[in-house]
């Protein structure tokens, strides 16, 4: 696409917002940041850093200045489908989409997809590491770096976090192969209701031909049920379930491929059942490709835990320190406890509630946690709700450093940040939250 010349709109001062707007203006188009909120002081020098490439660049409203004559826009991801400038965009006739769909309209059979609620990042993470032993298979999408840097790059597979924001403004992707870890409730204020939540991150698989792939869960009925309505050739992954067709299941403790022994999970340096599942999903991924069972079954023995992903951070006196930071929803943190058997575990919860049901986070809890505590916004809900429900081992703390010394005080086996919520309330991100558990648990004596 000839872009020289080009007027581009960006809607919104984000990460994706600001790669995009650099990798236009190196092809001589002439790129617009719009942004609603307020510039933060922390804003203003990559702003003039911006600025003097020749990018313009707005804050406080999307002006008609701004919109009139783009030949697109791009969307930083979670603009709202009600937002007021998406309306404008519509009566001014711009089309508008995320950064995901401008990749896939060059490298569509060369991209990767992951998507679910959980599981996401670490099963991208896995499918960059097998793949990059061959290949160059760049990690990206919702974890902070777009596509877009790596397009005209040589990239042979992109590996894509895809949330359901992205995907929502995705119209065509369909990618070579797609990976569905699973679904669970989550952003239904965004979505409204679940089946839209659904329907968001189904979209790129119903856009499937019969010469893509998708990995499917098949313990998940509700994904399992997708298989039957998609064009692609449908790849299941299981920890109950064998003898389907093209299928990786666990049977003793070993991962199989159909009938062919992968690795044994005692190899691996990633814990949990869950972590058994990302696992398979990377190896469907690297076998569709058509790498040698060796080669995968190496780089599966070097992969260790993403940063704030059950990520083992330290050992103080008997006590191990887990910084699960990137579990922002119960269902996240439920398979974050259930990681841990037969050990004594307390866990620090809390933060932005996100509202959803706490029916199954509470069981995990009385099952597996011998004391929660809490902090942030959420403690009051939490507290009450497993109160009402019978666990009355709880304790309310002002600050996450006060909450891992209350943690400490019974010397478990395990001391887990799960929060099960957003991290808004106290820290600005997860990945915050998260350096703020490593940074004191590494300074304690």
Known sequence: MDLKDKKILILGFSTTGIASAKYFIEKGADVYISENSKMADKQIA???????????????????????????????????????????LNEKNIEYFSDLEYVSKFDNKKIVLITG????????????????QKYFAPYCGNIGISPIEYLDKGVEYYAIEASSYQLYYSPTLAPKIGIFTNLTPDHILWHKTMENYFEAKAKPFRNMSENDFAILNYDDEKVRSLGNEIKAKVYYFSLDKQNVENQAYLKNNKIYFNDEEIIDTKELQIVGSHNIQNAMCAILSAKIIGMENNTVKEALKTFKAIEHRLEFVRTIEGTAYYNDSKGTN????????????????????????????????????????????????????????????????????????????????????IVLLSPACASFDMFESYEKRGEAFKNYVLSKK
């Open 117 to 132: 609620t959980n599981g996401k990042t670490t099963t991208t993470a896995l499918v960059s590491h097998i793949l990059s």
């Open 330 to 413: 119960p269902e996240a943190s439920i398979v974050a406890i259930n990681s841990f058997e037969n050990q004594k575990v307390v866990l620090i919860a809390g933060g932005r509630d996100k509202k959803t049901s706490l029916k199954d986070f509470i069981e995990a809890v009385k099952q597996k946690i011998s004391k929660v505590v809490l902090i942030g916004e959420a403690t009051k809900r939490f507290r009450d709700e497993l109160s009402e429900n019978g666990y009355m081992d709880i304790v309310c703390s002002k600050t996450l450093e006060e909450a891992i010394d209350i943690a400490s005080l019974d010397r478990p086996d």
């Open 46 to 88: 990559q702003v003039e850093e911006l600025r003097k490439k020749g990018i313009k660049i707005e804050f406080e409203g999307h002006s008609d200045e701004f919109i009139e004559g783009a030949k697109f826009c791009i969307l930083s991801p979670s603009i709202p489908t009600d937002a007021p400038v998406l309306k404008k």
